[in-house]
Structures are given as structure tokens and as C-alpha cells.
Nanobody, 124 residues
Framework: QVQLVESGGGLVQAGGSLRLSCVASGRTFSWLAMGWFRQAAGKEREFVAA????????YYADFVKGRFTISRDNAKNTVYLQMNNLKPEDTADYYC?????????????????WGQGTQVTVSS
């Protein structure tokens, strides 16, 4: 079993930045691929970014390319999502997820473990 705890969400003005963190426990972190998803009110959960076990591969949704960066520190059991140039449409609950296999990093159902989420609100 893996426990994931997100932090770093908050209220920011459009054009601002936030850095989300997700700390994992309960299983060797370096064995897990990690992803970030988000869910806005009334919408389905959607893929944001993912990173492979060794950080050798990263994947991004088109709507965040050039603005968000996913990274990980296996020594700290932590994955990050640096979010720059935030837009009001980025407002959502952001979830960290862990995947033992990393076959389809953009697919919600592929992930085995989920955090509780952290709220991000971007004002215009």
C-alpha cells in the first residue's frame, strides 16, 4: 500500500506560480511512476503530467506544455509540479497518483494509488 499526501495548493492571481508537492510512503518510491491529475468542479478528472521511475521520461497534457514542469526527488520520496503562468482555467483540485507499471501514463484508470488532492484557485 502507498500513501500520498499533496501540499502546495492555494489562491494565486493569473500569471502567478505555485509548486505542488506530493510525498509518498509505504512502498519504495523509486519503483513507482508518478502522475498529476486535476478535476475542476463539474468536470471529469484529467491528466496533467507524469514522470517515470527514474525521471528519464516525462509526459504533459497539451494545455500545460511550456507552463508546468513535473520532477521528482527519489531520496525525498517526493514528486513536484511546478506551475507557472497560471490561468483561471487551471482552477481545480490537483491529485497526485502512483502507478506500478506506467503503461499508459495519461489514463486515470492505470494508476494504483491516489492522494486526497490539493486545491488550486487562480483568480483573474
Amino acid at each position: 500500500q502507498v500513501q500520498l499526501v499533496e501540499s502546495g495548493g492555494g489562491l494565486v492571481q493569473a500569471g502567478g506560480s505555485l509548486r505542488l508537492s506530493c510525498v509518498a510512503s509505504g512502498r519504495t518510491f523509486s519503483w513507482l511512476a508518478m502522475g498529476w491529475f486535476r478535476q475542476a468542479a463539474g468536470k471529469e478528472r484529467e491528466f496533467v503530467a507524469a514522470i517515470s521511475r527514474s525521471a528519464g521520461s516525462t509526459y504533459y497534457a497539451d494545455f500545460v506544455k511550456g507552463r508546468f514542469t513535473i520532477s521528482r526527488d527519489n531520496a525525498k520520496n517526493t514528486v513536484y509540479l511546478q506551475m507557472n503562468n497560471l490561468k483561471p482555467e487551471d482552477t481545480a483540485d490537483y491529485y497526485c497518483a502512483a502507478d506500478r507499471h506506467f503503461n499508459n501514463p495519461a489514463v486515470v484508470e492505470e494508476y494504483d494509488y491516489w492522494g486526497q488532492g490539493t486545491q488550486v484557485t487562480v483568480s483573474s
